[in-house]
Each structure stands twice: as structure tokens, then as C-alpha cells.
């Protein structure tokens, strides 16, 4: 919550979750498909715990099939770290990847070839 000569800004968690499964999904090779029930939940794999302007963020994702998955969550981090600061202003102490798992489906493309 930010104070200024207008007033109050809050920015809800869910704002802030938003902004960072979205930076999460800009990484190459993270799966950008979620379960009927994550959808049905409106649950996309992100807990945001905030305290004071102080983020910590978990995300739950999945790795496409041959992407190095340190590498990947390594990303993952920079830019989710990056969009939440950029866009909301606040400070993120964390961002905690938990790999679910590793996709193994094709793409489109690759089926029709095969």
C-alpha cells in the first residue's frame, strides 16, 4: 500500500499473481496449459505472500520436455522478479519455482508432420 497527496494505492495479490504467472509463461519452455480444475479454481500455480512493500512469490510450474530445468526456473525468476517490481513498485525478496512436472506433449506442428 502506497501513500501519496491523492490517497491510497493497494494492489490486490491477485493482481500481482496475475502479473507473475503471465512473466512465468513468457519463458521459453515452461507448459502454458493448466488442469480442468485449476481453471474451474481460477487457480494458475501462484501464492503471493505480502508484507509491508515486501513480495514473496511461489509458483508451481511445468517444463517442457528437453529444456534444462535449472535453467529454466532460473529464468523464470528474473523475469518474474522483474515484471512484478516494474509494474507494481513493490520489492520481491523471493520467487520460489516448484517444477510439477515435465510436458511431454507435441506441438501442433510436430503432430501433423508425424
Same mark, same amino acid.
Given at each position: 500500500m502506497e501513500n501519496?497527496?491523492?490517497g491510497q494505492i493497494k494492489i490486490s495479490?491477485?493482481?500481482v499473481s496475475t502479473i507473475a504467472w503471465i512473466a512465468a509463461l513468457e519463458?521459453? %519452455?515452461?507448459e502454458s496449459s493448466q488442469s480442468i480444475a485449476d481453471k474451474l479454481l +481460477?487457480?494458475? %500455480?501462484?501464492k503471493i505472500q505480502l508484507e509491508e512493500? @515486501?513480495?514473496? @512469490?511461489?509458483?508451481m510450474v511445468v @517444463? +517442457?520436455?528437453g529444456?534444462?530445468?535449472p535453467d529454466v526456473a532460473f529464468k523464470v525468476q528474473e523475469n @518474474? +522478479?522483474?515484471a512484478v517490481e516494474t509494474m507494481t513498485g513493490l520489492d520481491v525478496s523471493q520467487v520460489n519455482i516448484h517444477v510439477q512436472g515435465v510436458s511431454f506433449k507435441k506441438d501442433k506442428e510436430e503432430a501433423k508432420k508425424n
Open positions: 501519496n497527496n491523492c495479490n491477485d493482481v519463458v521459453e %519452455g515452461v +481460477k487457480n494458475n %500455480g501462484v512493500e @515486501v513480495v514473496t @512469490v511461489d509458483i @517444463v +517442457k520436455f529444456f534444462a530445468i @518474474v +522478479k522483474n
